[in-house]
């Protein structure tokens, strides 16, 4: 029964559907990135680099591509921090309300992306940093602070919990041994934390859009093309914030998994 | 390197309600080998991570040379630990992980290379200086944790299981590493095991302990031949314990009644408190027992009937009932037992002398 | 004395990992929803927002009908889409969990975090162009002699996106929950003569319960929060909550009402989320 072939071979049909479904658009936009049409449809027209020319030579996009590189490098870094410290917390020590410290910590993705926007254009008003770069930056800080936290705590557990223990056994004091012990421990999932908060800030639009005022990141400038008319700029743009993001998550995934597993038996 | 006294006065620990360590008092005499034995709960591991300071006692002292440690964080005392887990640093290769100890207390870099190859050599792995740990076989291991243990040359070594995890046959070869380092070097080690062949091939004197107190402290042949207590012997080797009465007290001897019928002891030192009709309750190791094909007619002789045996090595554990089913069990060489020509079922006869049965102090009041 | 003694029972290490990710967090995350919420009770006058305790955009926003449509609306959209995404992804997880190897498995998972990183705007902007009129889809059934089917504009267009946005994670919490269960658990139900089918209602499923309500719920929560694809393939006839949010912040410059809005579906994904907890981890 549990080796019925036809049943396993429709299963893995299904599956595959499902992967084209979701991998569509992603595919439908960098082929269109190369396609001339203005509205594009099926035959396709003939190869151009015209979109990306057109997104090249315009200086709003070289403007949203600084923008979104100083935020994102500012918030992986503070996010990263965050993160970590989180994790090491929690890794390290019990205490009262530990509960509710996490959930303060881990909450900010169950809180639909609207509503924080809302809240926080609300409250960068009421501080008088709307609409600066800093509010963009503080943001998405808070954005990327979990995910930093999950992937840092994964990599904190494979550790030998006698590790921090020897050191100070050896004469390290407690920050000698953050400084020689934990963080080189850490290290790989600190570089995958950076990488992947860097890709959470260079996507997201809905917060960017409420409180970056002028200073626009590329998925603002991309959510504007779209309120306009079709514009295949958008998957020249699309492509190229694909490439970067990308290339972020794969480094991120070698520094997660292709480490030699380090705990000792 | 300068050797370490070590005293435990009234010292407790508790985590939160759940008490660890009862109040217990001892000393670990300079450059002695000192085995911590119990199974896992029984205190001995808190017992030394708070030697260490990664504890810090409820209440009570301990003094390192005669100077009060309670108060000392764990990286300002000199009582490195051998770990269970070994612990050693997976991101370092094996001379950082001997150099860290010198590192962090400022020793100048030529130093710390120059000392750590030096234990490197002596623990005779200084061809795997620059390997990563993970490329090293257990052993190999062991000697790295070692070597970063030693070289800060520190009064005391604390060891905590730490051949848990090696092959039968490297735990032998480690064991003789040990005792000779030990040896040589003069400083006290302290060695938490639930293992007793380890601790009884190795220490000078053994700690026994159960749920956080000490049952008994002595040299491995004291708690082998004379346990203190029940636990104790059934804790430590094969031990037949016979519950009874004192029929006839002698000056030298007394004459039992058991389930085995009438059983003659010796008198030893220090156990004084017999009375006549008390409650005994008498052990004889398993290797003290004599087997013989015909009645020898000699003292504490019982006729017994065989019905299981189980090898480990070079020793055999048989195990034979008397006609009311009470069991005894029997060590001995395989060499000894062949012209017994033993069959399941047989019966024959055991005897030993009474010099060999103890007594276990606690219940004589019955 | 006793002030002393506290600082100097104080850790400081302990402390230096603590208390910056408190003091961030209630600063920027935890003060910026309360302070939303009382934005709630505030009072627009000559387009200026004035600080007061006035229930007076809850009773409006309240008695409008369109705001209740909207809710209606929001919520039946997104019940719609976690009912499909959990439908569809089920078999995908069950294949990718039982009837594939290790490595395969994990490859699988690598591809279903890629769209987590690539823009959701792009993607929708992607079926934005395959579904119109002229679009690649009503291209190919052309040519079969079918449509043109109008799809943009339709709740079904706005699935599709929300499926967009939520079918990769649906089917990594289900093929991760489902990976876990112990297979001789499933063994023995086919020993004891349970079919596939039997095996997967009474075995599988209660065994994998939670990671299937957590990928709903996450579903729920994402589809119910999203403005793009109710706008840009939905057509935003009549609007979802969260783009009403928008539209009266936006263009009304009305920011307490739309906290009002805010505050209202906050309420409700926290209403769902502890009931869906509750039954995930409700004893058998």
């Known amino acids: ?265 | 390197m300068s050797e370490g006294q070590i005293v435990f006065e009234n010292v407790t620990k508790q985590f939160g309600s759940a008490v660890a360590v009862q109040p217990i008092n001892f000393e670990i005499k300079a450059g002695e080998f000192l085995a911590i034995m119990g199974s896992s709960g029984c205190g001995k591991t808190t017992t030394l991570r708070m030697l260490a300071g990664l504890e810090t006692p409820s209440s009570g002292e301990i003094r390192l040379n005669g100077v009060r440690m309670n108060e000392l964080k764990a990286h300002e005392r000199e009582t490195p630990l051998v770990w269970q887990t070994l612990a050693l640093f997976p991101f370092l290769n094996v001379i950082e992980n001997v150099e860290f100890g010198l590192k962090m207390r400022g020793v100048e870099k030529s130093e710390c290379t120059k000392r750590s190859l030096k234990w490197l050599k002596r623990m005779e792995i200084e061809q795997f200086a620059n390997r990563s740990i993970d490329q090293l076989s257990g052993g190999q291991r062991q000697r790295v944790a070692l070597a970063r243990a030693l070289v800060t040359e520190p009064p005391v070594l604390l060891l905590d299981e730490p051949l848990s995890a090696l092959d039968q046959n490297l735990v032998v070869r480690m064991q003789s590493v040990l005792t000779r380092l030990q040896k040589e070097l003069g400083i006290t080690f302290v060695y938490v095991t639930h293992s007793q062949s380890e601790a009884f091939a190795m220490a000078d004197r053994v700690v026994i302990m159960s749920e956080g107190v000490i049952e008994q402290i002595g040299s491995p042949k004291e708690i082998y031949r004379n346990p203190a207590s029940r636990f104790v012997a059934e804790f430590v080797g094969t031990n037949n314990i016979i519950s009874g009465y004192i029929k006839e007290l002698n000056e030298h001897s007394m004459i039992c009644n058991t389930a085995f019928g009438v059983i003659e002891s010796n008198l030893h030192d220090g156990n004084n408190s017999h009375v006549a009709g008390g409650a005994v309750e008498l052990v004889i190791s398993a290797d003290m027992v004599e087997l013989s094909q015909e009645k020898t007619s000699s003292k504490n002789e019982i006729q017994i009937q065989f019905i299981a045996e189980e090898f480990t090595g070079s020793v055999v554990t048989l195990y034979f009932e008397d006609d009311n089913k009470n069991e005894l069990i029997v060590q001995k060489q395989q060499r000894e037992i062949e012209p017994l020509e033993l069959t399941y079922g047989c019966k024959i006869y055991a005897h030993w002398d009474p010099i060999n049965v103890f007594c276990i102090p606690e219940v004589n009041a019955g | 004395m006793i002030f002393s003694n506290w600082i100097r029972s104080l850790d400081v290490y302990a402390l230096t990992w603590r208390l910056p990710v408190i003091i961030w967090q209630v600063l920027f995350f935890l003060a910026p929803l309360i302070f939303m919420i009382a934005m709630s009770f505030f009072l627009v006058k000559n387009y200026r927002m004035v600080e007061a305790f006035e229930l007076v955009n809850w009773m409006k926003i309240f008695s409008k009908g369109y705001f209740w449509n909207s809710y209606g609306l929001s919520l039946g959209l997104a019940a719609l889409a976690t009912f499909t995404a959990s439908c569809i992804a089920f078999p995908a997880s069950y294949c990718l969990a039982f009837k594939l190897s290790e490595t395969a498995r994990r490859w699988a998972i690598f591809f279903l975090i890629i769209p987590f990183f690539t823009s959701y705007l792009v993607r929708t902007f992607s079926w934005y162009v395959l579904m119109a009129e002229s679009g690649v889809v009503n291209n190919i059934i052309g040519h079969l002699g079918i449509g043109p089917i109008k799809m943009l504009n339709t709740m079904f267009a706005t699935n599709i996106g929300y499926l967009t946005l939520t079918l990769p994670l649906v089917i990594i919490l289900q093929t991760l929950s489902m990976a876990s269960i112990d297979k001789n658990l499933i063994e023995a139900a086919h020993n004891l003569g349970a079919g596939r089918v039997r095996a997967i209602v009474s075995v599988i499923i209660p065994a994998a319960r939670i990671g299937l309500i957590i990928g709903a719920l996450f579903c729920f929560i994402l589809s119910f929060g999203d403005f793009v694809s109710p706008y840009y393939l939905g057509g935003s006839n009549p609007p979802t909550l969260p783009i009403l949010i928008i539209d009266t912040t936006k263009s009304g410059q009305q920011w307490p009402r739309a906290a009002v809005i805010a505050t209202v579906m906050m309420v409700t994904l926290m209403l769902v989320a502890l009931s869906a907890i509750k039954i995930a981890y409700k004893k058998r």
């Open chain 1, 1 to 265: 029964m549990l080796n019925d072939k036809s049943i396993v071979w429709l299963l893995r049909i299904y599956l595959l559907l499902v992967f084209v479904f979701i991998f569509m658009p992603i595919v439908t936009s960098v082929v269109f990135s190369f396609n001339s049409d203005r509205f594009p449809s099926l035959p396709l027209g003939h190869f151009t680099w015209n979109w990306y020319d057109k997104v090249y030579n315009d200086p709003e996009t070289w403007d949203a591509i600084r923008t979104s590189i100083i935020v994102a490098l500012s918030a992986s870094l503070l996010a990263t921090i965050i993160g970590f410290c989180t994790a090491y917390t929690d890794f390290r020590y019990n205490f009262r309300f530990k509960n509710a410290y996490l959930a303060l910590a881990l909450l900010p993705p169950t809180i639909p992306l609207i509503i924080l926007a809302l809240a926080m254009l609300a409250w960068f008003s009421k501080l008088g940093i709307s609409g600066q770069i800093w509010a963009l930056i503080i943001a998405h800080t808070v954005l990327g602070a979990p995910f930093a936290m999950a992937i840092i705590r994964l990599r904190l557990q494979q550790m030998d919990k006698d590790l921090e223990s020897a050191a100070w056994n050896l004469g390290a004091s407690e920050w000698a041994t953050m400084r020689y012990v934990i963080i080189p421990f850490a290290l790989p999932s600190i570089i995958s934390a950076l990488c992947l908060t860097m890709a959470v800030s260079f996507d997201e639009f809905a917060i960017a859009w409420f409180v970056s005022g002028l200073n626009k990141s590329i998925p603002v400038v991309i959510l504007e093309i779209l309120q306009g008319n079709v514009d295949p700029q958008i998957n020249a743009i699309g492509s190229f914030v694909f490439a970067t993001t990308m290339t972020l998550v794969v480094i991120a995934q070698l520094f997660l998994f292709t480490k030699k597993p380090t705990t000792i038996k």
